[in-house]
């Protein structure tokens, strides 16, 4: 019985990390090419021939580096994350403010609380997702050098290591 605790709670901790391991995290890709076209999808794979991406439509988009004028880069759900978090700390905020303010007349100070906890985490939901919309940007202007110089750190956000679609 006193051996049934210990390997219980280390199986619990081996499949929470086999859990974490297992999510791959996604990078929305906004590519323009040398004639200003614009495409945007998934990251797929980026290799010193090739930078892939899933389209719209989850077809594999090939681009070799001549063509690449830039590449912008933001990771999937990271503005709703950021609106969470805003909206969560501006509640928490705009409530304290309101409850540590006390009762003003014939409101009592639980009502000015509330009131400030919506108006802060409204606030607070517009700061988040204006902070985390931004995207990493990386100018190749059709220079293979440049993107050589720049795949590693390409490659970081890349779930696939691949030689051609």
Known sequence: MKTLRPLCLLLFIFTLTAVDAQRVRT???????????????????ANQDLFVILGEDLAKLGFSPESLQEIKVRRRGKVGKGAWIGALSGAVIGGTAGLAGGDVGFIDAEAIGAGYAILGATIGVLTGMAISSGKEVYIINGDRNVYKSLLPEL?????????KP
């Open 27 to 45: 990078y929305k890709v906004w590519v323009t090419l040398l004639d200003k076209t614009n495409i945007r999808g998934t990251l797929y794979a």
């Open 155 to 163: 490659q970081q956000y890349a779930p696939e290591k691949v030689s």
